[in-house]
């Protein structure tokens, strides 16, 4: 089975530049995560999409970042304009369903901004 | 979902078990246990999970006090491969359910 893919794996952007990440969920997993973590820290939800539809976004800083699942497959995870706070490693997340007991991660995209 | 309590780092010796504590005085009565793991530079992976009572699988065995307010992950036989940080994670099992992370414990085996 193959996992969560996400491209890019690598991201430098200078600040004020936007930026777009991409997430391949499992196939056939309805719910769909995307956290950014902090060097140091651990993983911090930004949104959870069950299908096509938003779950939670409410630690989604919506003045700058944007993401979307169209047709409740894929997904972009889009900053504009980036901060240099935005350098993190942004991490894809899908499971069968948001009640589903494992969540599986991808690799994540490091996005270094300066 | 409830918060939880983990210590910041741990040593353990290669070959002995690593029993890793987790405090959730504040659990829900729908809220299960999970545990999950971050090796260096990988994205989590899922350990185990309960609800009351004790369980075990190929990679770990999760203690849950009766009270439930606290558990502890059992690391049989640790090997290298185990340094990774590990997060214990309270949730409720549903289509509202959240995947919220704290800080983890940061667990060390020395050869």
């Known amino acids: 089975e193959a996992g969560v893919a996400q491209s890019p794996r690598y991201k430098i952007i200078e600040k004020r530049q936007s930026v777009a990440f991409w997430c391949n969920p499992i196939s056939g997993h309805a719910t769909l995560y995307w956290y950014q973590q902090i060097l140091g820290q651990g993983p911090k939800l930004l949104i959870q999409?069950?299908?096509?539809?938003?779950?939670?976004d409410s630690q989604l800083p919506k003045d700058r970042f944007s993401a979307e699942r169209l047709k409740g497959v894929d997904s972009t995870l889009k900053i504009q304009p980036a901060k240099l706070e935005d350098s993190a490693v942004y991490l894809c997340?899908?499971?069968?369903?948001?009640?589903?007991?494992?969540?599986?991660f991808g690799q994540g995209t490091r996005l270094t901004v300066v | 979902d409830a918060k939880t309590t983990q210590p910041p780092s741990m040593d353990c010796a290669e070959g002995r078990a690593a029993n890793l504590p987790c405090n959730h005085s504040?659990?829900?009565?729908?809220?299960?246990v999970y545990w999950y793991r971050q090796i260096h530079s990988q994205g989590p992976q899922y350990i185990i999970h309960?609800?009351?009572n004790n369980e075990t699988n190929e990679m770990a065995s999760l203690i849950i006090t009766e009270d439930r307010k606290s558990s502890t992950l059992i690391l049989p036989h640790a090997t290298l491969r185990d340094t990774a940080v590990y997060y214990c994670i309270v949730r409720v099992t549903s289509n509202t359910g959240k995947l919220i992370f704290g800080q983890g414990t940061t667990l060390q085996v020395k050869p």
């Open positions: 309960g609800l009351k």
């Open positions: 504040t659990i829900s009565g729908n809220e299960y």
């Open positions: 997340a899908s499971s069968l369903s948001a009640g589903d007991t494992e969540a599986f």
């Open positions: 999409f069950q299908n096509n539809g938003v779950v939670d």
